[in-house]
């Protein structure tokens, strides 16, 4: 079955620091999604990465993919307060309509 | 817009007990997904609707757990005789497209329902 595996699960940044967040998975998929959730609400939505070599940036997000290395990372540039939150990767089984997403990274940014 | 809702917000009930959640989604979506997320976890894939079928429903643990969407657009998920492990935030989401819907699947997600099963 797939597994799709986030790290560093827990991250505490500094305002104004870069970082990139990783998402792994085990078996083909083409499609891949990073999500924001803050504390107590629902997801949001902020990325769909539909190919091999796919990037796209929002803000102080940067999210790519690599279908051969199954890899994606969510790069974040001078990270401010707003940022605070827990991140999902999912992917789409191939094959299948079933997203399957990684344990989320809680990423907090200290001012 | 309106956005995805969900009814109860919160939902207590006693163990063997009978409940249902409602998913209203995004007007004109099509595809309309559930999930439910324990804490501190991603969330779990349970079933994905296509119009008024549903075309996977792969994550549904068991036969106690149900979904329908008669017309097309709202949803109930319905958990038979309910046991402790159920308790979890079940969340609902929308899209356009169904998966691989040429750009159109963005998931929206509802707010959830807690479901505490005492």
């Known amino acids: 079955e797939l597994k799709v595996e986030q790290n560093p699960l827990f991250l505490s940044m500094q305002e104004g620091k870069n970082y990139t967040i990783y998402c792994n998975y085990s078996?083909?998929?083409?499609?891949l999604y990073w999500y924001r959730q803050d504390p107590g609400k629902s997801l949001e939505s902020l990325f769909v990465?539909?190919?091999?070599?796919a990037v796209k940036q929002e803000g102080r997000l940067m999210a790519s993919l690599d279908t051969k290395a199954r890899l994606s990372t969510l790069h974040i540039t001078a990270a401010v307060h707003d940022l605070s939150a827990t991140y999902f990767c999912?992917?789409?089984?191939?094959?299948?309509?079933?997203?399957?997403f990684g344990t989320g990274t809680r990423l907090k940014v200290l001012a | 817009g309106a956005g995805v809702s969900q009814t109860p917000s919160n939902k207590v009930t006693e163990k063997g007990k009978y409940v249902e959640l409602r998913c209203d989604p995004i007007?004109?979506?099509?595809?309309l997904y559930w999930y439910r997320q324990s804490l501190g976890q991603g969330p779990e894939f349970l079933i994905y609707?296509?119009?008024?079928?549903?075309?996977?429903d792969s994550g549904l643990p068991n036969d106690r757990f149900f979904a329908v969407r008669p017309e097309g657009s709202v949803s109930t998920l319905k958990i038979q005789r309910t046991e402790r492990g159920d308790s979890a935030v079940y969340l609902c989401?929308?899209?356009?497209?169904?998966?691989?819907?040429?750009?159109?699947?963005?998931?929206?997600f509802g707010p959830g329902t807690r479901l505490l099963v005492l």
């Open positions: 078996t083909t998929s083409d499609r």
């Open positions: 999912a992917v789409l089984t191939s094959g299948t309509y079933k997203y399957i």
């Open positions: 990465l539909l190919s091999n070599g």
């Open positions: 609707f296509q119009g008024t079928g549903a075309a996977d």
């Open positions: 007007s004109g979506h099509t595809a």
């Open positions: 989401a929308s899209s356009l497209t169904g998966a691989r819907g040429a750009g159109q699947e963005t998931q929206y």
